[in-house]
């Protein structure tokens, strides 16, 4: 029954993948905002809700391992799987802000996490130092993005959007987003919850089923969507999304739980996760900065760097490490 639901969640999540996308695109093209950054700010907090229900729910049920793991797991399945499985698929040029803007500001929230994790507690007041920065980032994304000459807008979306997408009216760009989100959020609590059953089945504990299952589960839609664009040669979406969802990870979701219930920090997330989460997020200098294009080979290095991690999880907790 388990598996049932793990695969009936995966169809869903990549029914609503596909309109996520469809709808991101048309809505950039009648609101006069670049995809690029669509995919920063809708696209990636509608497909990070998962990881906001999941992450509040486990620090009011007495379960702050699970909701910890899952941002640090699903930040990691973001940049190491997410990104290198898509750009296995479909080669990814990224795009001057993102280099110049948007993953300075994830590796921001990264370390500025990583700061405020240092006493092993997350309190009210850093909740609310990640939430009033995100509101700050995102207010600005959009009005630099409006700011844009309708010219420059046009030509992007020229090059890059189907005839029926940009033809979409505004009202139907929303529902086709709308219903995206409702089919990743519905997806996703079915596939992690069919994942997360089979997983108790092998006796994992709670942390570990936070950064493997719970994350990957939860980084679902994400990878859904990005494979999505990608196919759609939507990149400034797919990219985007990504970094977006780390930063909405750790600024909202982080955030937002803190300022509901003070999260609790293990030592060894600490030493061990929160390392691997700084290491991944830093491979990404030279798969964004070197070369012209994200290919086949970096999405080759980003996934080895993710079974790596998953490997020694596994290891650990067996305490064969």
Do not use: H
Request: glycine residues 10%; aromatic residues 8%; without cysteine.
């Amino acid at each position: 029954m388990d598996i049932l639901i793990l695969l009936l969640g995966l169809a869903v999540l990549i029914v609503g993948g596909e309109l996520l996308v469809r709808g991101a695109v048309g809505l950039s093209s009648a609101m006069k905002i670049s995809p690029l950054v669509i995919g920063m700010t809708v696209v990636s907090f509608g497909t990070s809700a998962p990881e906001l229900l999941v992450s509040i729910q486990s620090a009011m049920g007495g379960n702050p391992g699970i909701a910890i793991g899952n941002v640090i797991g699903s930040n990691i399945a973001n940049l190491a799987l997410v990104l290198g499985v898509t750009v296995i698929i479909f080669p990814i040029v990224a795009e001057k802000q993102t280099k110049m803007l948007d993953y300075p500001i994830m590796m921001f929230a990264s370390v500025l996490f990583y700061i405020f994790a240092l006493n092993l507690n997350l309190e009210f007041v850093e909740g609310l130092v990640f939430v009033v920065i995100l509101l700050s980032f995102t207010y600005y994304l959009i009005r630099k993005s409006r700011k844009s000459t309708k010219k420059e807008i046009a030509a992007k979306l020229e090059s890059e959007a189907e005839a029926e997408e940009k033809e979409s009216s505004t009202g139907m760009s929303f529902l086709f987003l709308l219903g995206g989100m409702f089919g990743l959020y519905f997806g996703s609590g079915w596939f992690v919850g069919g994942a997360t059953e089979i997983a108790r089945s092998f006796n994992l504990s709670d942390s570990v089923i936070g950064v493997t299952v719970v994350a990957l589960g939860t980084s679902a839609p994400e990878l859904v969507a990005s494979i999505m664009a990608a196919l759609k040669k939507q990149s400034d979406i797919s990219v985007g999304n990504l970094i977006g969802s780390n930063i909405f990870n750790i600024f909202a979701v982080l955030g937002i739980t803190a300022m509901v219930k003070p999260i609790a920090v293990e030592q060894e997330v600490m030493s061990f996760d929160m390392w691997w989460m700084l290491g991944i997020s830093l491979l990404l200098v030279p798969v964004l900065y070197l070369g012209s294009k994200i290919g086949k080979l970096k999405g080759v290095i980003l996934l080895i760097s993710y079974v790596t991690y998953i490997v020694l999880v596994v290891l650990r907790t067996k305490g064969i490490i």
